[in-house]
């Protein structure tokens, strides 16, 4: 147990604990001074301070009138070095893991939670043998398969040469040329794996303090998914206190689930090379020699294949997150011999694929291409369960304010099966195009048959998915200038001017417009999901009713018909291999540009801020790190000194400020006071993980936490108001909106006109110090800081100067 805060005393210093948003920013600009100090931390996240400012415990008369500034900066979490431009790989994967945590809130319901969970996580497995069928389509099928069976491609390239079935090689039986082939797959799935154990190491490690709820070692072990649904579940063991989601011991220390879902995730991609080479040698063999060895060793190697994929799909839906206690066990047997089981029966595919077999000749597709068809039929099948699921925990406390009623997980879900799709059917579109030459891949007109029907109508509707978002995208459009002209008068009104400035309220109208789009953000995700899931069930219908690609299944329809079909496969495949490229031209200017790969980090400073709680190949959270780093800092700070504390979190860092503060004891958050300017917490978080920042997690959190204010403006299109109202002696967390611009035109504080500065620049208005100073004002008073040893140092453990 932590020592007791100790009673406060007249005097000492108070700390205002600066956290940073999204995109980044450095500890000079934070602490508006070029000489800064760190004071505890490593290059990746750490405390920063004015080099003044460094000893400011020993000198507490010094800060009377004002808190002490310390800046953290976790900026390089999520864009440091280049070889984080390789988590572009990983988008698919860590939209799967957002939807994990959009689950609707709900009470008493640990069934359907745990349902809710299994049916995400089995999304997600979908994803990585999809993202690995992709691989052996790009390598197994369109190169060794089709164009190394065929002689005219392969004599096209060179570097197929020795695998040229004209040759007559030792590699250039269909098998060889498989098994070679296959080293392809099986290094993504090992890149995959290694990218998740590096991160896993590095994030997932860090404890969050203990000692407060529960002991780690206790023997009933960690609490399940079930569990985990809400703290008001009556199901599994009762911490002492009941605390919010966000506030459990275990909540930011997934480790133990994440190396399981590896070991799964990596077990699940060598089954599925393993697969499609079993699956091409089982069908010749049992066509050319039946009865013979290698029938029957390939019968045995299929069988083993189904029994060990049994095993990872009871791995995957046995158990979901710990979180009432803080599991620090790890599975190293099933994290070990798993994925090396699975690792060795490749192998012994591989070593039967390689089998001498003379006759054998490849024609048309690599067997076994109806595995995209049945992926997609599968992920169909579980997001429409998710949406029933969701609807049906939903129902019992409606929120209108909750994103699409609901159904934000499942719809997420859905435009991560699109996005894999896209990404699985672009690398083997421009593949294919690119070892076909001057023939259309599909048309028969070319040097090979091409990939599976179903990617070209997959690509083909893409199309129509672009047409469709059309109308929405107009109707946003035309609600924004409409909304611009109705606030023209609020404008005028908001800054009492006489004598208005048309241009000058047309500018702040539109910017407040214009940020209002962000609430329109679920309609248009509701269109986008629902259209791709209208159109995925089309296309596998198309495809396995035509037999053709999309060109050809329309050639005796009316010549408008087949006019649009021909341009919508055209077009489609141009679109999605534009994406492709743009994509891995993206990814090859943030390893090499910072300014770009701060960009990407945007993306992940959104997308990483959950735990994996779905996907293990995800993005590493971010937050597991900083937040026992915010936590510990406070807890210290309070321990240490008995002062005042002020955590100031801006649009990203709001949110990580509001968990650290959930994870305080009471004692010490009794002395902590928050406050947050340009905040997501409720119109992003509130809206969209509404199980975790819902009205009644804010509330709560208003009622633990010592004082609490919010600033923001109208032409933020991130930040908003919290919704908290006011509550017994507490005022309401949201202070009055704030102008933006400060000044309407000219005046003597201001000569120069003044920018709209939107999500930026909180600190620069006058009301941010007043909210500030307020807070402080209402803190209890600081006790005297303890003293320390001479041999310790004011600066921690480090004070090495970042500027």
Known sequence: MSPATPDPMPGGAALELLVHGVGGTTAADMLDDPRTVRVTGDRTAAMYRCRDDADAEDHPERYADRPVPEAYCWSNLTSGNGARALWLLLLPFMVANLAHWMRPPTEGRAGLVRLYGVLVRLVALTLTVLLTAAACEVALDLTAWQCAGSGPCAGQRSWLGFLSAERGGWWSQPGRRLTLAALVPTALVGLLWYLSNRTWSAYEAQRPPTGYDADPTDPQGPASDTEAADATSPTGTTPVEQRPALGRPGFWYGRRLVARLRAAHTTAGFLTVAAALAVATGGHDHRAVPGSLPEVLGRVLQGAVAVLALVVLWVVCRRGRSENRLDLRIERALVSWLPATSLLLLTLVAVHTAWSRPGWRTTGTLPGDAVFGLLTLAQGALVVALGVVALLLHRPRRDPRTALFGLGGPATAMLACALGGVMSGGVAQRVADWLDGSGTPGAGDGLITGPPVLLSWQASVIPVLLLLLLVPGALLVARAVLTARRLRSVV?????????????????????????????????????????????????????ASGNVPGRAFDGAHPAIASAATAAQALGSWMIGFGFLLFVTWGRRAYKDPSARRTIGILWDVGTFWPRAAHPFAPPCYAERAVPDLTWRMSSWTRQTGGRLVISGHSQGSVLAAAAVWQLPPATRGRVALLTYGSPLERLYGRWFPAYFGPESLRGLHRTVHCWSNLYRATDPIGGPVRVPAEDDRPAVDRPELLDPVAYGRTPLHPLPEPILGHSDYQADPAFAAARAALLDRLPPPALPRQRDNDESPQGSSGRSSG
């Open 492 to 544: 005028d009104t908001a800054y009492g001017t006489e004598d208005p400035d048309r241009l000058r309220t047309d500018q702040i109208a539109a910017g407040r417009a214009r940020a209002g789009l962000t609430d329109s953000a679920p309609v248009l995700i509701g269109v986008v999901s629902g259209a791709t899931l209208l159109l995925g069930a089309a296309s596998v219908a198309g495809a396995w």
